[in-house]
């Protein structure tokens, strides 16, 4: 017998009013938004007959009148594609020879993976369990789809996303919320994530990647390895979004970092600030309107370097690492030069210009972690912190930190030009991509200098190391790029959109290189890029430089220093113990590593990110390193017995790691920083520790 749309109506409003006391308690935010929401564009339709609802938006019917129906059907076929036993295919897990360098982190990683049974030859990505590891729901509508799949199925993390508030104002009527989140207990591995809400001025799309992004990179390594988008009705909009985040996930992976770099870095930060060095000055109107270029070594700097011996004198030239030689073989002297990489290695780059006293002459701009060595070449530089690390926490603010920096030389110019709000800044060289596997780097650049790289860096810089694969020209024909150059690319044009969502921010940014299409980079020529520099106004490029290198720029004192130090050393202490804890903890299925590598993350982000962040930094990125292998060897092992084998082999290597990392970090930190007799300033990052 079938209820009457009186008694359906009730049903209806109870349910609404269940769910927003659910939401009160469990997430309150969504109750005050959605406590005295009326539906503005959007109203239910109820058929008694055949049981059903429908959502009509406007003067369109969501669901053709079967949404009950429509949901069970969706499921099914999502099911087909995604069931017990098929094959998530997203990105490799860590295989053999990724972390050779001989250092303390990057040896116990190694170890690990040396005794697992997955190899290069074998590996075929991850085999889905009885669960789902993470699921991202896109689009809620009725929300009937996700009731229906999540209380029939197992999923330990879920993202509820919807723009459109009515339709999710509409799921209160209609979905049990209390049901789809009753097993979604954080403390137990698993957890369910709302991200609702519309957006402003034009930029739905990429607002709604950013905050989907944001909230994934905080689920390593279930996000990248086995992820899944359930894009409810097809929804073109989220088709593009669920792309644009799988193509950024080597971009996430390659920004991890982890201990040896970190401790490497912040001991040549605590060198650089015990010897004085002073930090750049704030922000500063009046200096907007000079034009600012950025020099990178890619291939089409050897087309356009003409452009800049003409007008060398009326802008601002960052030349960016590598770039520097083939600047000074042109006979150009940069007003500034840019250098990123702390490893040792770089002391080869400049000594390759066989110009000591030219390269001291110039000014120099680096981050406070870059190597000593490499400072002790300029006479007049000037440092940072970098947003994305721990230093920045300890010693920086608002106007000495610098985001975005990274990964290369060429992104921490442009986000450098970008922090002094310059109007107007050019990119040469920055192509991002090559036309071939012969032609990488401009003619001038060290790159083809074989005989004065030693044989670590050549290994370092050979672009044959890497994957490749096709990315589009800035006119139209295929190039070649690599992982990093890609990572280099997304993160540029990220840089640029920030830029122009800053308010009252006029930065305009210009491609004067001739590789990878840079999405918010206009492609110009020669003559209107001679055009445009010979209408801005260069007057205050001297007064620039000179404001930028003055006397009047701060340091860190040595009492904040040893603050900074103590608090670091009492951190470590207590971060090992609490995560030697959660390791020790019994792993007998995929499920318990899902949600031990989910807690561990947890613990990190929620935990040790709130309490110290310049700690969180120093050892995120090689929690999420040792997750990363657990979890994608472990979904990578077919068999039972062997994947159990190597899960505990995890264990004890992780427990060994967090045993000895404490007493190896106290080593580094609790000694007295002579800038002559530290070893470790003077290795690369490949040379072996002193035991």
């Not at 940069?334 to 110009?355: G, T």
């Not at 299925?589 to 982000?605: G, K, P, Q, T």
């Amino acid at each position: 017998m079938n209820l009457s749309e009186v008694q359906i109506l009730d049903q209806l409003n109870t349910r609404r009013k269940n769910n927003l006391a659910f939401f009160k308690g469990a997430y309150p935010e969504l109750y005050e938004y959605f406590k005295d929401y009326k539906l503005e564009n959007a109203r239910l339709n109820i058929l008694t007959e055949e049981d059903e609802m429908d959502l009509w938006v406007g003067d369109k019917s969501t669901y053709n009148n079967r949404a009950k129906a429509y949901a069970k059907e969706e499921v099914a076929h999502f099911k087909e594609a995604f069931n017990e036993g098929q094959r998530i295919i997203s990105v490799n897990c860590p295989l053999p020879g990724e972390y050779s360098n001989p250092r303390f982190f990057a040896r116990y990683a190694d170890k690990i993976i040396h005794k697992s049974p997955i190899t290069r030859d074998n590996f075929m990505y991850y085999k889905l369990a009885d669960f789902y590891p993470c699921i991202a729901f896109l689009g809620v509508g009725l929300g009937y789809h996700i009731e229906e799949f999540v209380t029939n199925n197992q999923v330990n993390v879920a993202y509820i996303v919807e723009p459109d508030l009515d339709k999710f104002a509409a799921s209160l009527y209609t979905a049990d919320w209390e049901k789809i989140c009753a097993d979604m207990n954080p403390s137990e591995g698993r957890a369910i994530h709302f991200l609702v809400g519309k957006t402003e001025g034009g930029e739905e799309e990429f607002v709604l990647w950013a905050v989907l992004w944001n909230n994934l990179v905080a689920n390593s390594p279930s996000f990248p390895l086995a992820t899944l988008f359930y894009n409810h009705q097809a929804n073109e909009m989220f088709d593009r979004i669920s792309d644009k985040v799988n193509d950024d996930m080597y971009v996430f992976l390659m920004s991890w970092g982890n201990y040896d770099d970190e401790l490497n870095q912040l001991n040549q930060c605590l060198h650089n600030l015990k010897m004085g060095c002073k930090l750049i000055p704030p922000f500063k109107k009046g200096f907007e309107d000079v034009p600012v270029c950025i020099i990178g070594a890619g291939p089409s700097l050897d087309e356009r370097i003409d452009y800049l011996k003409e007008i060398k004198d009326e802008v601002i030239i960052i030349s960016c690492g590598s770039s520097l030689k083939s600047l000074y073989v042109n006979g150009i002297t940069p007003d500034m030069h840019i250098e990123l990489e702390s490893d040792f290695l770089n002391v080869d780059y400049l000594r390759q210009i066989k110009d000591d006293d030219w390269v001291r002459s110039l000014n120099m701009i680096g981050p406070s972690h870059l190597n000593p060595c490499v400072f002790e070449w300029f006479e007049n530089l000037r440092i940072y912190f970098k947003k994305e690390s721990g230093i920045s926490n300890m010693f920086g603010n608002d106007d000495d930190t610098i985001a975005d920096g990274t990964p290369t030389c060429t992104n921490l110019a442009l986000a450098i030009a970008s922090h002094y709000r310059f109007n107007s800044i050019y990119l040469f060289g920055m192509d991002f991509a090559f036309p071939s596997k012969e032609r990488h780097h401009a003619k001038g650049s060290p790159y083809y200098d074989t005989d004065q790289l030693d044989t670590v860096l050549q290994d370092v810089t050979a672009v044959e190391n890497y994957h490749m694969f096709d990315v589009e020209g800035v006119d139209g024909r295929t190039l070649l790029t690599t992982p990093p150059y890609y990572t280099a690319l997304r993160k540029v044009e990220h840089l640029i959109r920030h830029a122009k969502l800053i308010k009252d921010n006029k930065t305009k940014v210009y491609s004067c290189s001739d590789g990878a299409k840079i999405v918010g980079a206009s492609w110009i020529q020669e003559s209107e890029f001679k055009q445009q520099v010979a209408s801005s106004t260069q007057s205050d490029k001297k007064s620039f430089m000179n404001y930028l290198f003055g006397d009047e720029c701060r340091e860190i004192s040595q009492a904040a220093i040893d603050h900074q130090i103590d608090i670091l050393v009492h951190t470590m202490d207590e971060f090992t113990s609490d995560a030697k804890k959660m390791v020790q903890e019994e792993i007998l299925s995929l499920d318990d590593v899902s949600r031990i590598c989910f807690r561990l993350n947890a613990y990190m982000e929620k935990v040790v990110g709130k309490r110290v962040e310049g700690f969180y930094f120093l050892m995120r990125g090689s929690l999420r390193h040792f997750t990363y292998i657990l979890f994608g060897h472990a979904f990578a092992i077919d068999d039972e017995e062997r994947r159990l084998e190597f899960i505990k082999e995890w264990q004890l290597d992780v427990v060994e790691f967090l045993e000895n990392v404490g007493p190896h970090f106290k080593k580094i930190l609790l000694k007295d920083f002579d800038f002559h007799t530290d070893p470790w300033v003077r290795m690369s990052i490949t040379d072996p520790e002193e035991e």
